[in-house]
């Protein structure tokens, strides 16, 4: 870029001055002709040798007829005066004014040049330079190299992108930590029970064997291995239980930083987002009226749901239609989205906020099924509620919110 600016200027240059150099700005006017008239005058009045020349900017010698007198390097003029022929030189390319235009604009240009080629090393040296820097960091953290530092810069134009690069590296690097740990207790809670239920799994296979080869014929001895064999059932019984608590326990560590937030500002940061998206699917999407309010809420959570009620909507919905409604309530506020063709059954409604759980019409659509579970968790880490209903082919997902 800066070598295709240099030859712009370069070329710049050499067009301009060619053109003040041989576009004569007094022939324009004829001003020399002007001179000659009043040295013309002059003479006729007073005689040659009473004209001063040096108060002429164009004339520079007044030549009588003589021997010599067409003989000249210069452009000139004849005149006749009192009977006599008069050769008049003059010089138009080189004036004081010419000279002057010349170096003003050379001087202009070069102020211009030294400008854009400043505005040039700066964007080289604050954008270019950081930027090229910056473009291995994405592709490390994609590798899974969370150790790379990132360096530090006070630059206005990459210094929150670099706070937000070197956050993203962190979070991915304790959610790693998380997940190791996560792992390490899962794989140590599976070998700690596997041991236990061996121990009353041994029993009962013991136990088992000895009554089919009726080793206790007594009555009163098969009904205490009977016992036996029943409180080790019951025993293995607890294990699973503790398994199964186990899976149900939160996985996921979702912190919520709650605070007081304007509803406008919550959904203009919606609506800002998927405008210009749902146009482009050809979807229609309207917005309800709404009152100007203060929520109770972690601000940036609060987006994240309502991103993936709408989220939903486009992945299960038509595609036809989308609205952002605000139904009256006294408690709270209700924030819904409504979308057309739903095709998931009324039965299924329960447990559309349960972790990993999908539905029959998701079956050939890409999910975890933890949108909406993620949505209810943070909800109530914020104090609200999240509920759906269905009215024949409409779902309406709405997330309700304490006041601020």
């Not at 005689?47 to 000139?76: K, T």
């Not at 008069?86 to 211009?112: E, K």
């Not at 009163?220 to 291995?225: A, L, M, S």
Request: with cysteine; glycine share 6%; aromatic share 12%.
């Amino acid at each position: 870029m800066i070598c295709a600016v240099s030859l712009c200027f370069i070329m710049l240059f050499v067009g301009v001055n060619l053109i003040l150099r041989y576009w004569n700005l007094p022939e324009n006017g004829r001003p020399y002709r002007v001179e000659i008239n009043r040295l013309a005058l002059a003479i006729e009045e007073t005689g040659l040798e009473n004209v001063d020349l040096s108060q002429y900017h164009y004339v520079y010698h007044v030549e009588p007829f003589g021997e010599h007198f067409y003989e000249s390097d210069s452009d000139y003029s004849i005149r006749e005066i009192g009977g006599t022929l008069y050769r008049f030189d003059y010089a138009v390319n080189d004036n004081a004014i010419s000279r002057q235009i010349m170096v003003a604009v050379n001087v202009i240009l070069m102020v211009l040049t030294i400008a854009v080629f400043a505005i040039l090393f700066y964007i080289h040296a604050k954008i270019l330079r950081p930027f090229k820097r910056l473009s291995g960091v994405p592709y490390e953290l994609s590798k899974g190299n969370l150790t790379i530092p990132v360096k530090e810069n006070k630059s206005r134009f990459f210094g929150r992108f670099l706070w937000g690069i070197d956050l993203l590296r962190e979070n991915m690097e304790q959610q790693r930590e998380r997940e190791l740990a996560l792992q390490k207790e899962k794989k140590t809670l599976l070998l700690s029970l596997s041991h236990d239920i061996k121990t009353p799994l041994s029993a009962i296979k013991l136990y088992a064997k000895a009554l089919s080869k009726n080793l206790y014929p007594e009555v009163e001895k098969q009904q205490e291995v009977a016992d036996k064999i029943n409180e080790k059932a019951d025993e293995i019984e607890g294990y699973v239980s503790q398994i199964i608590s186990a899976s149900r326990e939160d996985f996921l560590s979702l912190t919520v930083d709650n605070s007081e937030f304007y509803l406008s500002d919550l959904i203009e940061s919606i609506v800002s987002f998927y405008a210009e998206k749902l146009s482009l699917l050809k979807t229609d999407f309207s917005v309800g009226e709404y009152h100007n309010c203060l929520l109770f809420g972690d601000f940036d959570r609060s987006v994240e749901v309502l991103q993936n009620i709408m989220e939903n909507a486009l992945k299960y919905g038509d595609g036809k239609k989308v609205e952002l409604l605000f139904p009256e309530d006294d408690e709270g506020i209700l924030i819904s989205v409504r979308n057309s063709g739903c095709t998931l059954e009324k039965s299924d409604l329960p447990h559309i906020f349960e972790s990993f759980w999908r539905g029959a019409n998701a079956e050939h659509i890409r999910g975890s099924g933890l949108g909406l579970y993620i949505c209810r968790q943070l909800m109530h880490k914020m104090n609200g509620e999240i509920f759906a209903e269905i009215d024949g082919t409409f779902i309406t997902i709405t997330a309700v919110f304490g006041r601020g």
